[in-house]
Antibody, heavy 112, light 112 residues
Framework: EVQLLESGGDLVQPGGSLRLSCAAS????????MSWVRQAPGKGLEWVST?????YYTDSVKGRFTLSRDNSKNTLYLQMSGLRAEDTAVYYC????????WGQGTTVTVSS | DVVMTQSPLSLPVTLGQPASISCTSS???????????LHWFQQRPGQSPRRLIY???NRDSGVPDRFSGSGSGTDFTLKISRVEAEDVGVYYC?????????FGQGTRVEIK
């Protein structure tokens, strides 16, 4: 069964850092583009980043977030630094640029 | 950025009746490969998003055939032929033809 399992969400102070993980099973991450999408409390979906041949980021996270992957662990990462209150959200990883498979999400709260 | 505009934002529907959601993009979603990259997602209460339709009209595996997608260029529609209780949730369109990827605001479907 194809699955994605995110982890790493936490409460962090403004300006802090966090690394989210997305462990894949049932398929090989290196064979697909992979994406991160977030959802602020009570809000809609916001695309954050996609890594395929190239890596793309939404403007609000450029220079602060970095998407990477460890093919040996079949895992995708989102390294987040310089966190702001507006980064508070549930973060989902999704397979491919067309997002055909989603994880259950991990919650990031940025607050002092 | 490509702006995705959905209407209506709230859609009360009687069980067994049809429902229709419109999604309009500010730019054509026809990519250079000739495909049109417009996808539809469903998010049931308390759940992660799930892709229903990809590239305008292709149903994902396991999606009931009461869901259908249509449209071209900049105007797209998601139709539910007969709404069932399990269809309650928020529906999002998303464009995959341009960077950054963008979602519509979401349409909340509820039972009257």
């Amino acid at each position: 069964e194809v699955q994605l399992l995110e982890s790493g969400g936490d409460l962090v102070q403004p300006g802090g850092s966090l690394r989210l993980s997305c462990a894949a099973s049932g398929f090989t991450v290196s064979n697909y583009a992979m994406s991160w999408v977030r959802q602020a409390p009570g809000k809609g979906l916001e695309w954050v980043s996609t890594s395929g041949t190239n890596t793309y980021y939404t403007d609000s996270v450029k220079g602060r977030f970095t998407l990477s992957r460890d093919n040996s662990k079949n895992t995708l990462y989102l390294q987040m630094s310089g966190l702001r209150a507006e980064d508070t959200a549930v973060y989902y990883c999704a397979r491919s640029s067309a997002m055909d498979v989603w994880g259950q999400g991990t919650t990031v709260t940025v607050s002092s | 950025d490509v702006v995705m505009t959905q209407s209506p934002l709230s859609l009360p529907v009687t069980l067994g009746q049809p429902a229709s959601i419109s999604c309009t993009s500010s730019q054509s979603l026809v990519y250079s490969d000739g495909n049109t990259y417009l996808h539809w997602f469903q998010q049931r209460p308390g759940q992660s998003p799930r892709r229903l339709i990809y590239k305008v009209s292709n149903r994902d595996s396991g999606v009931p055939d009461r869901f259908s997608g249509s449209g071209s260029g900049t105007d797209f529609t998601l139709k539910i032929s007969r709404v069932e209780a399990e269809d309650v949730g928020v529906y999002y369109c998303m464009q995959g033809a341009h960077w950054p990827r963008t979602f519509g605001q979401g349409t909340r479907v509820e039972i009257k």
